[in-house]
């Protein structure tokens, strides 16, 4: 899965249609945003979940849709947009905001493209027991894996997580086969270079995110079309 980071976000204004509409058509397979939940309700798609002019900026939770700029999207917005048809990652900003998220996937008949995205594996595991078919990943860094990679994906099994998300350079290919062995999906973030893109191709993992949708493309379909010399050999 090739993840537009916030979107086509190294050629338009991060989690706006614009961006996740452009990431499409530059050739991203899938989407990926940040979820706050406003005072009414709304899933909304934004980054830092604060709104207004600097010294006067508020948090998304305390305001009503109808006060955020027009900018901001909901979640149904987006499937308005590009379709449900999409994979599309969600890194949970607001925990408040993971039921209506789910909910609004399920009504969309596209919670099976939904990937939920946290730090707090202990979240993780209460979310996997309260909604059985939602897709989880653990985002996380290296640094963090106190007990090892091997523990820790040994643990991401048993709470039935289905995948981990490291930064592009944590990764290595003994790394990989690790999580695939406990049968943890491997994803990998922050992936801007042409060189990075390629190297996690490489390596197995099974997601990458970049703020450009036209480099990932063109890398996965240089993956893709390269002609295996061996078979021109026969």
Known sequence: MLFAHRGASAHAPENTIEAFKLAIRLGA????????????????????????????????SDLDRARLRVQIPTLGELYDAVGTNYPLSVDVKDDSAFEPLVQVARTRESLGRLWICHPDQGRLSEWRDRVPDVKLVHSTTRDR???????????????????????????TGGLATLYHRFGILCFGWNAQHERQIANLIDLGIDAVYSDYSDRMAAVAEMFVTEPDPDVDRL
């Open 145 to 171: 894996l106190r007990l090892g990679p091997e523990r820790h994906a040994a643990e991401l099994a048993t709470a039935r997580i289905d995948a981990v998300n490291l930064r592009q350079d944590a990764w």
């Open 29 to 60: 397979t899938g989407l990926e945003t940040d979820v706050w939940l406003t005072r009414d309700g709304e899933v909304v798609l934004d980054h830092d979940g604060r709104h207004g002019r600097l010294g006067l900026r508020r948090r998304i």
